[in-house]
């Protein structure tokens, strides 16, 4: 059984930065898989934040993040990261960390099979 664990959220002022963390345990990911980070803002769908292929390969971020979020793994210690910059109230969310095992397409929440249980990112104006 995998687990993901975030870590890493908290309380900021616009225009700080975070980095969220994801430990993944109970199996090693093969090449064709991705991690992933999607966020839920009160009110509102659980929507799409970044993805990047097990693999290294691919890196890919929604529109509203670009240039100031960054994705990354670490295949050693079964992790992925997000760094946020910049961040703005909107970004007052919670952020979940996901694993799609067997790939897919990276921004489609119903192509992953695991899911972490959610850390609290705040950003005051």
């Known amino acids: 059984q995998v687990q993901l664990v975030e870590s890493g959220g908290g309380l900021v002022q616009a225009g700080g930065s975070l980095r969220l963390s994801c430990a993944a345990s109970?199996?090693?990911?093969?090449?064709?898989?991705?991690m992933g980070w999607f966020r839920q803002a009160p009110g509102k769908e659980r929507e799409f934040v970044a993805a990047?292929?097990?693999?290294?390969?691919?890196?890919y971020y929604a529109d509203f993040v670009k240039g100031r979020f960054t994705i990354s793994r670490d295949g050693a210690k079964n992790a992925v990261y997000l760094q946020m910059n910049s961040l703005k109230p909107d970004d007052t969310a919670v952020y979940y960390c996901?694993?799609?095992?067997?790939?897919?397409?990276?921004?489609?929440?119903?192509?992953?099979?695991?899911w972490g249980q959610g850390t609290q990112v705040t950003v005051s104006s």
């Open positions: 109970g199996r090693t990911f093969g090449r064709y898989a991705i």
């Open positions: 996901a694993a799609a095992g067997g790939g897919g397409r990276p921004g489609l929440e119903a192509d992953y099979d695991y």
């Open positions: 990047k292929s097990w693999s290294g390969g691919g890196t």
